[in-house]
Protein backbone atom coordinates (compact mmCIF):
# COMPACT_ATOMS: atom_id res chain seq x y z
CA UNK A 1 0.00 0.00 0.00
CA UNK A 2 1.45 3.33 -1.22
CA UNK A 3 2.00 6.29 1.33
CA UNK A 4 -0.95 8.38 0.52
CA UNK A 5 -2.92 4.99 0.49
CA UNK A 6 -2.56 4.57 4.40
CA UNK A 7 -3.31 8.09 5.42
CA UNK A 8 -6.73 7.75 3.46
CA UNK A 9 -6.94 4.17 5.00
CA UNK A 10 -7.00 5.68 8.76
CA UNK A 11 -8.71 8.54 8.19
CA UNK A 12 -11.84 6.33 6.73
CA UNK A 13 -11.37 3.48 9.27
CA UNK A 14 -11.61 5.74 12.05
CA UNK A 15 -14.70 7.09 10.17
CA UNK A 16 -16.25 3.29 9.96
CA UNK A 17 -15.05 2.53 14.07
CA UNK A 18 -17.46 6.00 14.85
CA UNK A 19 -20.08 4.33 13.21
CA UNK A 20 -20.25 1.63 16.01
CA UNK A 21 -18.57 3.61 18.55
CA UNK A 22 -20.79 7.19 18.72
CA UNK A 23 -24.38 5.62 18.53
CA UNK A 24 -23.29 2.87 20.79
CA UNK A 25 -21.70 4.92 23.40
CA UNK A 26 -23.08 8.48 23.30
CA UNK A 27 -26.93 8.34 21.49
CA UNK A 28 -28.08 5.70 23.09
CA UNK A 29 -30.46 8.16 25.23
CA UNK A 30 -31.22 10.39 22.18
CA UNK A 31 -34.65 9.06 21.34
CA UNK A 32 -34.94 11.90 18.35
CA UNK A 33 -34.41 11.92 14.60
CA UNK A 34 -31.30 14.02 15.65
CA UNK A 35 -29.40 10.77 17.69
CA UNK A 36 -28.34 7.79 15.60
CA UNK A 37 -30.47 8.10 12.88
CA UNK A 38 -28.88 11.54 11.59
CA UNK A 39 -25.17 10.70 12.63
CA UNK A 40 -25.30 7.85 10.66
CA UNK A 41 -26.53 9.89 7.38
CA UNK A 42 -24.23 12.18 8.07
CA UNK A 43 -21.44 9.48 8.05
CA UNK A 44 -22.25 7.80 5.11
CA UNK A 45 -22.21 11.72 3.29
CA UNK A 46 -18.84 11.86 4.62
CA UNK A 47 -17.96 8.89 3.16
CA UNK A 48 -18.92 9.76 -0.11
CA UNK A 49 -17.33 12.88 -0.08
CA UNK A 50 -13.87 11.34 1.08
CA UNK A 51 -14.21 8.87 -1.44
CA UNK A 52 -14.58 11.38 -4.31
CA UNK A 53 -11.78 13.10 -3.05
CA UNK A 54 -10.01 9.70 -3.04
CA UNK A 55 -10.52 8.49 -6.11
CA UNK A 56 -9.96 12.03 -7.79
CA UNK A 57 -7.14 10.99 -9.89
CA UNK A 58 -8.76 8.04 -11.41
CA UNK A 59 -8.27 9.56 -15.04
CA UNK A 60 -7.51 7.70 -18.43
CA UNK A 61 -6.25 9.10 -21.51
CA UNK A 62 -8.32 6.60 -23.21
CA UNK A 63 -11.58 8.29 -24.20
CA UNK A 64 -14.76 7.75 -22.45
CA UNK B 1 -55.83 -5.10 -6.54
CA UNK B 2 -56.74 -7.00 -8.83
CA UNK B 3 -55.47 -9.81 -10.61
CA UNK B 4 -55.83 -8.90 -13.89
CA UNK B 5 -53.79 -5.65 -13.03
CA UNK B 6 -51.17 -7.25 -11.44
CA UNK B 7 -51.20 -9.46 -14.83
CA UNK B 8 -50.80 -6.56 -16.90
CA UNK B 9 -47.94 -4.39 -14.57
CA UNK B 10 -46.15 -7.45 -14.76
CA UNK B 11 -46.99 -8.37 -18.05
CA UNK B 12 -45.91 -5.32 -19.52
CA UNK B 13 -43.02 -4.53 -17.12
CA UNK B 14 -41.90 -8.37 -18.04
CA UNK B 15 -42.18 -7.38 -22.36
CA UNK B 16 -40.34 -4.04 -22.17
CA UNK B 17 -37.23 -5.52 -20.43
CA UNK B 18 -36.83 -8.25 -22.17
CA UNK B 19 -36.86 -6.21 -25.55
CA UNK B 20 -34.05 -4.37 -24.14
CA UNK B 21 -32.18 -7.53 -23.36
CA UNK B 22 -32.40 -8.35 -26.45
CA UNK B 23 -31.89 -5.40 -28.45
CA UNK B 24 -28.39 -4.63 -26.66
CA UNK B 25 -27.09 -7.90 -27.83
CA UNK B 26 -26.74 -6.32 -31.58
CA UNK B 27 -23.00 -5.84 -31.73
CA UNK B 28 -21.58 -8.39 -29.74
CA UNK B 29 -19.08 -10.13 -30.05
CA UNK B 30 -18.38 -14.18 -29.70
CA UNK B 31 -15.39 -14.39 -26.75
CA UNK B 32 -15.93 -15.38 -23.10
CA UNK B 33 -15.01 -11.67 -22.07
CA UNK B 34 -17.39 -10.64 -24.24
CA UNK B 35 -20.26 -12.62 -22.93
CA UNK B 36 -19.18 -12.73 -19.37
CA UNK B 37 -17.96 -8.65 -18.97
CA UNK B 38 -19.54 -6.83 -21.85
CA UNK B 39 -15.84 -6.92 -23.49
CA UNK B 40 -15.03 -4.26 -20.66
CA UNK B 41 -16.35 -2.07 -22.24
CA UNK B 42 -19.32 -1.12 -19.95
CA UNK B 43 -19.66 3.10 -19.18
CA UNK B 44 -20.05 4.51 -15.81
CA UNK B 45 -23.61 5.20 -15.16
CA UNK B 46 -24.66 1.91 -16.50
CA UNK B 47 -22.25 0.63 -14.38
CA UNK B 48 -23.06 2.51 -11.36
CA UNK B 49 -27.26 1.47 -12.06
CA UNK B 50 -26.36 -2.08 -12.83
CA UNK B 51 -24.45 -2.12 -9.72
CA UNK B 52 -27.08 -1.08 -7.62
CA UNK B 53 -29.43 -3.45 -9.10
CA UNK B 54 -27.36 -6.28 -8.23
CA UNK B 55 -26.55 -5.44 -4.89
CA UNK B 56 -29.90 -4.54 -3.92
CA UNK B 57 -32.21 -7.24 -3.86
CA UNK B 58 -35.74 -7.67 -2.14
CA UNK B 59 -34.24 -7.41 1.16
CA UNK B 60 -34.47 -3.76 0.66
CA UNK B 61 -38.32 -2.72 0.82
CA UNK B 62 -39.09 -5.94 2.55
CA UNK B 63 -36.29 -7.39 4.75
CA UNK B 64 -34.69 -3.88 5.70
CA UNK B 65 -38.19 -2.25 6.43
CA UNK B 66 -39.11 -5.88 8.49
CA UNK B 67 -35.74 -5.32 10.32
CA UNK B 68 -36.55 -1.29 10.99
CA UNK B 69 -40.46 -1.94 11.89
CA UNK B 70 -38.52 -4.38 14.78
CA UNK B 71 -35.78 -2.63 15.82
CA UNK B 72 -35.65 0.82 14.80
CA UNK B 73 -32.65 2.70 13.92
CA UNK B 74 -30.21 0.12 13.99
CA UNK B 75 -31.35 -0.90 10.86
CA UNK B 76 -30.51 2.27 8.94
CA UNK B 77 -26.64 2.00 10.71
CA UNK B 78 -26.36 -1.37 9.52
CA UNK B 79 -27.24 -0.85 5.96
CA UNK B 80 -24.74 2.43 6.03
CA UNK B 81 -21.76 0.89 6.91
CA UNK B 82 -22.52 -1.63 4.39
CA UNK B 83 -22.55 0.87 1.97
CA UNK B 84 -19.39 2.60 3.69
CA UNK B 85 -17.68 -1.02 2.62
CA UNK B 86 -17.67 0.29 -0.66
CA UNK B 87 -14.04 2.50 0.27
CA UNK B 88 -13.15 -1.16 -0.15
CA UNK B 89 -13.39 -0.38 -3.88
CA UNK B 90 -11.60 2.89 -3.83
CA UNK B 91 -8.46 0.91 -2.66
CA UNK B 92 -9.20 -2.81 -4.76
CA UNK B 93 -11.02 -1.33 -7.84
CA UNK B 94 -8.23 0.04 -9.49
CA UNK B 95 -6.01 -3.28 -8.75
CA UNK B 96 -8.86 -5.58 -10.10
CA UNK B 97 -9.16 -3.48 -13.03
CA UNK B 98 -5.38 -3.22 -14.24
CA UNK B 99 -4.92 -7.05 -13.09
CA UNK B 100 -7.85 -8.19 -14.77
CA UNK B 101 -6.73 -6.39 -18.03
CA UNK B 102 -3.24 -7.89 -17.62
CA UNK B 103 -3.95 -10.98 -17.11
CA UNK B 104 -7.62 -11.06 -18.84
CA UNK B 105 -9.20 -12.62 -15.52
CA UNK B 106 -13.19 -12.94 -16.07
CA UNK B 107 -13.75 -13.57 -12.47
CA UNK B 108 -12.74 -12.99 -9.16
CA UNK B 109 -12.25 -16.36 -7.73
CA UNK B 110 -9.75 -16.65 -11.56
CA UNK B 111 -7.92 -13.83 -9.44
CA UNK B 112 -6.95 -15.32 -6.64
CA UNK B 113 -6.22 -18.72 -8.75
CA UNK B 114 -3.30 -16.60 -10.83
CA UNK B 115 -2.19 -14.54 -7.87
CA UNK B 116 -1.84 -17.68 -6.25
CA UNK B 117 -0.41 -19.70 -8.80
CA UNK B 118 -3.21 -22.74 -8.28
CA UNK B 119 -5.88 -23.47 -10.32
CA UNK B 120 -7.42 -25.84 -7.33
CA UNK B 121 -7.62 -23.10 -5.52
CA UNK B 122 -10.56 -21.31 -8.31
CA UNK B 123 -12.14 -23.88 -8.66
CA UNK B 124 -12.53 -24.39 -4.75
CA UNK B 125 -13.70 -20.84 -4.41
CA UNK B 126 -16.06 -20.99 -7.25
CA UNK B 127 -17.57 -24.15 -5.76
CA UNK B 128 -17.66 -22.30 -2.45
CA UNK B 129 -19.41 -19.46 -3.91
CA UNK B 130 -22.03 -22.16 -5.49
CA UNK B 131 -22.41 -23.22 -2.04
CA UNK B 132 -23.75 -19.98 -0.88
CA UNK B 133 -25.42 -18.21 -3.59
CA UNK B 134 -27.40 -20.62 -5.59
CA UNK B 135 -29.69 -20.88 -2.13
CA UNK B 136 -29.29 -17.21 -1.89
CA UNK B 137 -30.61 -17.06 -5.35
CA UNK B 138 -33.59 -19.28 -4.23
CA UNK B 139 -34.94 -17.37 -1.28
CA UNK B 140 -35.00 -14.40 -3.38
CA UNK B 141 -37.32 -16.30 -5.96
CA UNK B 142 -39.46 -17.35 -3.01
CA UNK B 143 -39.65 -14.20 -2.20
CA UNK B 144 -41.20 -12.78 -5.61
CA UNK B 145 -43.47 -16.24 -5.26
CA UNK B 146 -44.79 -14.91 -1.69
CA UNK B 147 -45.33 -11.59 -2.14
CA UNK B 148 -46.97 -11.80 -5.63
CA UNK B 149 -49.53 -14.38 -3.73
CA UNK B 150 -49.97 -12.22 -1.18
CA UNK B 151 -50.96 -9.23 -2.92
CA UNK B 152 -52.98 -10.91 -5.82
CA UNK B 153 -54.75 -13.34 -2.66
CA UNK B 154 -53.51 -16.11 -4.50
CA UNK B 155 -54.37 -15.13 -8.18
CA UNK B 156 -51.07 -15.79 -9.09
CA UNK B 157 -50.33 -19.04 -7.42
CA UNK B 158 -47.12 -19.48 -5.76
CA UNK B 159 -46.13 -21.92 -8.15
CA UNK B 160 -46.50 -19.39 -11.02
CA UNK B 161 -44.69 -16.50 -9.37
CA UNK B 162 -41.03 -18.64 -9.13
CA UNK B 163 -41.52 -19.83 -12.54
CA UNK B 164 -42.39 -15.87 -13.95
CA UNK B 165 -39.26 -14.93 -11.76
CA UNK B 166 -37.13 -17.93 -12.64
CA UNK B 167 -37.16 -17.75 -16.75
CA UNK B 168 -37.25 -14.40 -16.90
CA UNK B 169 -33.57 -14.52 -15.21
CA UNK B 170 -32.60 -17.14 -17.09
CA UNK B 171 -33.87 -15.50 -20.67
CA UNK B 172 -32.36 -12.30 -19.17
CA UNK B 173 -28.91 -14.22 -18.26
CA UNK B 174 -28.69 -15.75 -21.74
CA UNK B 175 -30.02 -13.40 -23.92
CA UNK B 176 -26.52 -10.92 -24.31
CA UNK B 177 -24.47 -12.44 -21.27
CA UNK B 178 -23.31 -9.11 -19.13
CA UNK B 179 -24.68 -6.80 -21.82
CA UNK B 180 -28.33 -7.77 -21.52
CA UNK B 181 -27.85 -8.01 -17.40
CA UNK B 182 -26.50 -4.38 -17.26
CA UNK B 183 -28.83 -3.11 -18.97
CA UNK B 184 -31.64 -4.73 -18.04
CA UNK B 185 -30.15 -3.75 -14.16
CA UNK B 186 -29.77 -0.23 -15.15
CA UNK B 187 -34.18 -0.03 -16.02
CA UNK B 188 -34.81 -1.66 -13.11
CA UNK B 189 -32.66 0.22 -10.74
CA UNK B 190 -34.45 3.04 -12.17
CA UNK B 191 -37.84 1.22 -11.82
CA UNK B 192 -36.96 0.20 -8.18
CA UNK B 193 -35.79 3.75 -7.09
CA UNK B 194 -39.43 5.68 -8.75
CA UNK B 195 -41.65 2.77 -6.89
CA UNK B 196 -40.16 3.08 -3.81
CA UNK B 197 -39.47 7.05 -3.61
CA UNK B 198 -43.26 7.21 -4.71
CA UNK B 199 -44.57 4.42 -1.98
CA UNK B 200 -43.14 6.83 0.47
CA UNK B 201 -43.75 10.01 -0.67
CA UNK B 202 -47.67 8.83 -1.20
CA UNK B 203 -47.50 6.99 2.79
CA UNK B 204 -45.83 10.13 4.22
CA UNK B 205 -48.17 12.12 2.53
CA UNK B 206 -51.54 10.08 3.94
CA UNK B 207 -49.64 10.45 7.47
CA UNK B 208 -50.15 14.34 7.40
CA UNK B 209 -46.45 15.09 6.00
CA UNK B 210 -42.41 14.18 7.18
CA UNK B 211 -43.06 16.81 10.55
CA UNK B 212 -45.52 14.98 11.79
CA UNK B 213 -44.55 11.59 10.66
CA UNK B 214 -41.10 12.45 12.41
CA UNK B 215 -43.07 13.63 15.89
CA UNK B 216 -45.52 10.88 15.90
CA UNK B 217 -42.37 8.44 15.58
CA UNK B 218 -40.77 9.90 18.72
CA UNK B 219 -43.43 10.20 20.88
CA UNK B 220 -45.11 6.77 20.25
CA UNK B 221 -42.05 4.71 19.63
CA UNK B 222 -38.96 6.84 21.16
CA UNK B 223 -37.07 3.12 21.79
CA UNK B 224 -36.87 2.67 17.85
CA UNK B 225 -34.91 5.81 17.30
CA UNK B 226 -31.56 4.96 18.95
CA UNK B 227 -29.71 1.84 20.01
CA UNK B 228 -30.12 -0.93 21.10
CA UNK B 229 -33.71 -0.05 19.87
CA UNK B 230 -37.42 -1.97 19.84
CA UNK B 231 -37.26 -4.45 22.01
CA UNK B 232 -33.57 -4.15 22.54
CA UNK B 233 -33.08 -5.96 18.99
CA UNK B 234 -30.03 -4.03 18.26
CA UNK B 235 -27.74 -5.09 21.06
CA UNK B 236 -23.95 -3.84 19.76
CA UNK B 237 -23.15 -8.29 19.01
CA UNK B 238 -26.34 -8.52 16.24
CA UNK B 239 -25.03 -5.03 15.06
CA UNK B 240 -21.47 -6.09 14.48
CA UNK B 241 -22.87 -9.45 13.48
CA UNK B 242 -25.09 -7.64 11.18
CA UNK B 243 -22.80 -5.45 9.46
CA UNK B 244 -19.46 -7.15 9.70
CA UNK B 245 -19.91 -9.57 6.83
CA UNK B 246 -21.42 -6.92 4.57
CA UNK B 247 -18.87 -4.32 5.66
CA UNK B 248 -16.98 -6.84 3.22
CA UNK B 249 -19.69 -7.66 0.80
CA UNK B 250 -18.19 -5.72 -2.26
CA UNK B 251 -15.13 -8.11 -1.91
CA UNK B 252 -16.74 -11.19 -0.55
CA UNK B 253 -19.56 -11.74 -3.38
CA UNK B 254 -18.61 -12.08 -6.51
CA UNK B 255 -21.13 -11.12 -8.63
CA UNK B 256 -20.41 -7.41 -7.30
CA UNK B 257 -16.42 -8.33 -7.11
CA UNK B 258 -16.60 -8.98 -10.86
CA UNK B 259 -18.06 -5.50 -11.71
CA UNK B 260 -14.63 -4.31 -11.05
CA UNK B 261 -13.28 -5.52 -14.15
CA UNK B 262 -16.13 -4.12 -16.61
CA UNK B 263 -16.01 -0.58 -16.37
CA UNK B 264 -14.15 0.98 -19.77
CA UNK B 265 -11.54 3.32 -17.93
CA UNK B 266 -10.63 4.20 -14.50
CA UNK B 267 -13.12 7.09 -14.99
CA UNK B 268 -16.07 4.94 -15.41
CA UNK B 269 -14.95 2.88 -12.31
CA UNK B 270 -15.21 5.71 -10.37
CA UNK B 271 -18.38 7.05 -11.74
CA UNK B 272 -19.48 3.29 -10.74
CA UNK B 273 -18.71 3.81 -7.23
CA UNK B 274 -19.84 7.36 -6.41
CA UNK B 275 -22.92 6.71 -8.54
CA UNK B 276 -24.05 3.90 -6.58
CA UNK B 277 -22.74 5.33 -3.35
CA UNK B 278 -25.83 7.85 -3.98
CA UNK B 279 -28.09 5.32 -5.19
CA UNK B 280 -27.46 3.53 -2.29
CA UNK B 281 -28.13 6.31 0.48
CA UNK B 282 -31.07 7.20 -1.02
CA UNK B 283 -32.26 3.80 -1.16
CA UNK B 284 -31.47 3.06 2.16
CA UNK B 285 -32.91 6.13 3.46
CA UNK B 286 -36.24 5.26 1.71
CA UNK B 287 -36.47 1.65 2.47
CA UNK B 288 -36.12 2.50 6.43
CA UNK B 289 -38.84 5.14 6.22
CA UNK B 290 -40.68 2.80 4.57
CA UNK B 291 -40.29 0.43 7.49
CA UNK B 292 -40.96 3.12 9.95
CA UNK B 293 -44.04 3.67 8.53
CA UNK B 294 -45.24 0.47 8.76
CA UNK B 295 -43.89 0.94 12.86
CA UNK B 296 -46.47 3.56 12.79
CA UNK B 297 -49.80 2.10 11.13
CA UNK B 298 -49.23 -1.38 12.53
CA UNK B 299 -48.42 -2.26 15.91
CA UNK B 300 -48.32 -5.69 16.21
CA UNK B 301 -47.51 -7.91 13.06
CA UNK B 302 -46.41 -11.46 13.81
CA UNK B 303 -43.50 -11.66 10.82
CA UNK B 304 -41.78 -8.39 10.56
CA UNK B 305 -41.19 -9.15 7.33
CA UNK B 306 -45.23 -8.92 6.45
CA UNK B 307 -44.73 -5.06 7.19
CA UNK B 308 -44.35 -4.46 3.60
CA UNK B 309 -47.05 -6.68 1.85
CA UNK B 310 -49.35 -5.22 4.85
CA UNK B 311 -48.81 -1.86 4.20
CA UNK B 312 -48.87 -2.11 0.11
CA UNK B 313 -52.76 -4.20 0.61
CA UNK B 314 -53.83 -1.35 3.66
CA UNK B 315 -54.34 1.31 1.02
CA UNK B 316 -51.86 4.10 2.74
CA UNK B 317 -50.80 4.43 -0.96
CA UNK B 318 -53.34 4.42 -4.14
CA UNK B 319 -53.20 1.21 -5.84
CA UNK B 320 -51.21 1.78 -9.03
CA UNK B 321 -47.90 2.86 -6.54
CA UNK B 322 -48.70 -0.11 -4.74
CA UNK B 323 -48.42 -2.14 -7.98
CA UNK B 324 -45.37 -0.34 -9.00
CA UNK B 325 -43.76 -0.75 -5.35
CA UNK B 326 -44.69 -4.55 -6.13
CA UNK B 327 -42.87 -3.75 -9.87
CA UNK B 328 -40.08 -2.55 -7.73
CA UNK B 329 -39.74 -5.38 -5.19
CA UNK B 330 -39.96 -7.79 -8.46
CA UNK B 331 -37.16 -5.85 -10.12
CA UNK B 332 -34.92 -5.72 -6.94
CA UNK B 333 -34.55 -9.66 -6.58
CA UNK B 334 -34.51 -10.82 -10.60
CA UNK B 335 -31.88 -8.07 -11.23
CA UNK B 336 -29.77 -10.03 -8.53
CA UNK B 337 -30.84 -13.73 -9.43
CA UNK B 338 -30.02 -13.02 -13.02
CA UNK B 339 -26.39 -11.22 -12.23
CA UNK B 340 -25.90 -13.60 -9.89
CA UNK B 341 -26.46 -16.65 -12.53
CA UNK B 342 -24.07 -14.89 -14.59
CA UNK B 343 -21.48 -14.60 -12.63
CA UNK B 344 -21.65 -18.14 -11.05
CA UNK B 345 -21.39 -19.15 -14.84
CA UNK B 346 -18.43 -17.69 -15.53
CA UNK B 347 -16.46 -18.83 -12.42
CA UNK B 348 -17.60 -22.53 -13.46
CA UNK B 349 -16.28 -22.27 -17.23
CA UNK B 350 -13.68 -20.64 -16.01
CA UNK B 351 -12.65 -22.00 -12.93
CA UNK B 352 -14.13 -25.26 -12.81
CA UNK B 353 -14.02 -26.25 -16.71
CA UNK B 354 -11.17 -24.42 -18.01
CA UNK B 355 -9.42 -25.59 -14.58
CA UNK B 356 -9.28 -29.37 -15.57
CA UNK B 357 -8.75 -28.75 -19.16
CA UNK B 358 -6.79 -25.69 -19.29
CA UNK B 359 -5.99 -26.46 -22.96
CA UNK B 360 -9.87 -26.61 -23.69
CA UNK B 361 -10.41 -23.82 -27.00
CA UNK B 362 -12.54 -20.38 -25.33
CA UNK B 363 -15.81 -21.52 -27.95
CA UNK B 364 -16.07 -24.71 -25.53
CA UNK B 365 -15.43 -22.74 -22.08
CA UNK B 366 -17.85 -20.13 -23.16
CA UNK B 367 -20.14 -22.74 -24.26
CA UNK B 368 -20.29 -24.59 -20.90
CA UNK B 369 -20.61 -21.22 -19.19
CA UNK B 370 -23.66 -20.92 -21.34
CA UNK B 371 -25.25 -24.61 -20.22
CA UNK B 372 -24.50 -23.49 -16.89
CA UNK B 373 -27.09 -20.85 -16.50
CA UNK B 374 -30.28 -23.41 -17.20
CA UNK B 375 -29.08 -25.78 -14.85
CA UNK B 376 -27.82 -23.18 -12.07
CA UNK B 377 -31.64 -21.81 -12.89
CA UNK B 378 -33.02 -24.79 -12.51
CA UNK B 379 -31.19 -25.66 -9.57
CA UNK B 380 -32.23 -22.59 -7.66
CA UNK B 381 -35.89 -23.02 -9.13
CA UNK B 382 -35.86 -26.26 -7.67
CA UNK B 383 -35.04 -25.73 -4.16
CA UNK B 384 -37.34 -22.42 -3.78
CA UNK B 385 -40.13 -25.26 -4.95
CA UNK B 386 -38.80 -27.11 -2.46
CA UNK B 387 -38.96 -24.53 0.06
CA UNK B 388 -36.51 -26.86 2.36
CA UNK B 389 -34.94 -24.58 5.62
CA UNK B 390 -31.74 -26.12 5.09
CA UNK B 391 -31.72 -23.57 1.88
CA UNK B 392 -32.95 -19.97 3.94
CA UNK B 393 -30.20 -21.07 6.57
CA UNK B 394 -27.69 -21.61 3.30
CA UNK B 395 -28.59 -18.40 2.53
CA UNK B 396 -28.47 -16.59 5.68
CA UNK B 397 -25.38 -17.86 6.25
CA UNK B 398 -24.36 -16.48 2.70
CA UNK B 399 -23.12 -13.25 3.41
CA UNK B 400 -20.86 -14.90 6.32
CA UNK B 401 -19.69 -17.82 4.65
CA UNK B 402 -18.29 -15.73 1.43
CA UNK B 403 -16.30 -13.51 4.21
CA UNK B 404 -13.84 -16.56 4.28
CA UNK B 405 -12.79 -15.40 0.34
CA UNK B 406 -11.66 -11.99 2.03
CA UNK B 407 -8.39 -12.50 3.35
CA UNK B 408 -7.12 -14.13 0.38
CA UNK B 409 -8.68 -11.25 -1.90
CA UNK B 410 -6.90 -8.94 0.96
CA UNK B 411 -3.73 -10.60 0.55
CA UNK B 412 -3.48 -11.06 -3.55
CA UNK B 413 -2.70 -7.17 -3.60
CA UNK B 414 -1.23 -6.53 -0.23
CA UNK B 415 1.04 -9.23 1.39
CA UNK B 416 3.63 -11.37 -0.48
CA UNK B 417 3.91 -14.20 1.83
CA UNK B 418 0.16 -15.08 0.62
CA UNK B 419 -0.01 -18.93 -0.65
CA UNK B 420 -2.26 -20.98 -2.22
CA UNK B 421 -2.16 -23.46 0.39
CA UNK B 422 -2.93 -21.06 2.96
CA UNK B 423 -6.21 -19.75 0.69
CA UNK B 424 -6.99 -23.08 0.27
CA UNK B 425 -7.06 -23.99 4.18
CA UNK B 426 -9.01 -20.59 5.10
CA UNK B 427 -11.69 -21.41 2.28
CA UNK B 428 -12.36 -25.28 3.52
CA UNK B 429 -11.34 -24.16 6.94
CA UNK B 430 -13.69 -21.50 7.89
CA UNK B 431 -16.34 -22.05 5.46
CA UNK B 432 -16.79 -25.10 7.18
CA UNK B 433 -17.22 -23.82 10.35
CA UNK B 434 -19.31 -20.96 9.60
CA UNK B 435 -22.13 -23.45 8.38
CA UNK B 436 -21.26 -25.71 11.41
CA UNK B 437 -21.78 -22.80 13.42
CA UNK B 438 -24.64 -21.32 11.51
CA UNK B 439 -26.81 -25.08 11.75
CA UNK B 440 -25.35 -25.48 15.86
CA UNK B 441 -24.58 -21.98 17.51
CA UNK B 442 -26.43 -19.24 15.46
CA UNK B 443 -24.56 -17.39 17.99
CA UNK B 444 -21.55 -18.73 19.84
CA UNK B 445 -19.68 -16.87 22.63
CA UNK B 446 -21.79 -13.57 21.64
CA UNK B 447 -20.64 -13.50 18.29
CA UNK B 448 -22.39 -14.65 14.79
CA UNK B 449 -20.77 -16.72 12.55
CA UNK B 450 -19.45 -13.95 10.25
CA UNK B 451 -17.41 -12.79 12.75
CA UNK B 452 -15.81 -15.79 13.41
CA UNK B 453 -15.95 -16.85 9.74
CA UNK B 454 -13.86 -13.71 9.15
CA UNK B 455 -11.59 -14.61 12.49
CA UNK B 456 -11.18 -17.98 11.17
CA UNK B 457 -10.08 -17.39 7.72
CA UNK B 458 -7.15 -14.79 8.54
CA UNK B 459 -5.57 -16.94 11.19
CA UNK B 460 -5.91 -19.84 9.00
CA UNK B 461 -4.68 -17.82 6.09
CA UNK B 462 -1.72 -16.65 7.74
CA UNK B 463 -0.65 -19.54 9.81
CA UNK B 464 -0.40 -21.70 7.12
CA UNK B 465 0.91 -19.17 4.34
CA UNK B 466 4.01 -18.51 6.58
CA UNK B 467 4.53 -22.13 6.52
CA UNK B 468 4.46 -22.82 2.43
CA UNK B 469 6.27 -21.57 0.21
CA UNK B 470 4.95 -17.99 -1.35
CA UNK B 471 4.67 -17.64 -5.43
CA UNK B 472 7.58 -15.09 -5.39
CA UNK B 473 7.05 -14.00 -9.26
CA UNK B 474 2.90 -13.75 -9.09
CA UNK B 475 3.70 -11.70 -5.41
CA UNK B 476 5.71 -9.03 -7.60
CA UNK B 477 3.17 -8.93 -10.48
CA UNK B 478 0.26 -8.21 -8.87
CA UNK B 479 1.93 -5.90 -6.02
CA UNK B 480 4.99 -3.79 -7.47
CA UNK B 481 4.17 -4.25 -10.56
CA UNK B 482 0.80 -2.97 -9.92
CA UNK B 483 1.54 0.02 -7.42
CA UNK B 484 3.71 1.23 -10.66
CA UNK B 485 0.65 0.78 -13.39
CA UNK B 486 -1.13 2.95 -10.39
CA UNK B 487 1.32 5.42 -10.14
CA UNK B 488 1.52 5.48 -13.82
CA UNK B 489 -2.01 6.61 -13.99
CA UNK B 490 -1.52 9.20 -11.06
CA UNK B 491 0.91 10.98 -12.82
CA UNK B 492 -1.07 10.87 -16.16
CA UNK B 493 -4.06 11.91 -14.17
CA UNK B 494 -1.78 14.71 -12.98
CA UNK B 495 -0.75 15.94 -16.08
CA UNK B 496 -4.45 15.88 -17.34
CA UNK B 497 -5.49 17.95 -15.14
Known amino acids: ?62 EE | MQPWQVYLAVGLYLTVTTLLALAVRRGMGHGVEDYFLANRRLGGVISALSYSAT ?41 FWLA ?68 VSLVWALAGGLRSVAWTDAFQALLMMVAALLAVGYALASLGGPALFVERLARQWPEWLSVPGGEGYFQFST ?116 GLRPKAPEEAELQVGKWVIPVLTLMAFLFARMKLNLIALLSVA ?43 HPVWLGQWPGVWGLIISTLVFLAVSLVTRAPEERARQFIDELNDSLREHRRAAACLR
Open chain 2, 239 to 354: FLGLSLPWFFFSLSNPQVAQRMFTPRSLKSLRRMLLGFLCFGLVYTLVSVTWGFVARLEFTDLANPDLATPTLLKSGIVPPFVALLAMLGIMAAAISTIDSILLTLASMLARDVYR
Open chain 2, 398 to 440: SSAGLLVLVPPTIGAFFWRRGTAAGANAAIIIAGLTVVWLQFR
Open chain 2, 55 to 95: TYSAFMMVGLAGLTYKGGVGALGFELIYLSGLMLVAFFGPR
Open chain 2, 100 to 167: GRKFHIVSPTELLAIRYDSRTLGALAALAAMVFLIPYSSVQLLGIAYLLEELTQGAIPFVAGLTIAAV
Open chain 1, 1 to 62: MEKGEKLWAAVLGTLVISAYAVPYLFLRHVHAWYGAGLFWTLFALAVILLLALFTSSWQDKE
